[in-house]
């Protein structure tokens, strides 16, 4: 496969692409007599990976720390395994935040009209608003 159809299968740049193989994102690529890159399906694996843990959040450094522990002779796993688990700890974290917010959300839209029509009507001031930051499905864990 050559760059023109990695870059369209991953939906990627080809300077995306070059730059990831540049500064140790990816392994370098086999490359023809001529020079041209020619990615295999080992390659293709390492970009989908790339492209989708840069996604998560997975910064530029610790991707070539991970790669180039892939390229190393010594026995790295755990090392790789680390970085991987340090990852998922985070990305659960920050789902976890989302949620919380996504609940928030969900319950204003559900009070919003009855909390909207309490407050022309009267019945409802200030002091008689929900304390959100109490609710325990809201707290922010520290």
Known sequence: MNSKEV???FDLPIDTIRYYERVGVIPPITRDKNGYRIFE??????IFLAKSLRKAGLSIESLIEFATL???KNDVRDAQK???QDQLTE???KLEE???ARDLLEYKIQTFDD?????NAGEMNDDDMDELWTMKHFKIKQ
């Open 7 to 9: 870059s369209q299968l």
């Open 41 to 46: 399906k080992r390659d293709l694996n390492w």
């Open 70 to 72: 892939a390229q190393s």
């Open 82 to 84: 680390q970085i991987l």
């Open 91 to 93: 990305i659960n974290a």
């Open 98 to 100: 989302t949620m919380r």
């Open 115 to 119: 909390h909207v029509a309490k407050i």
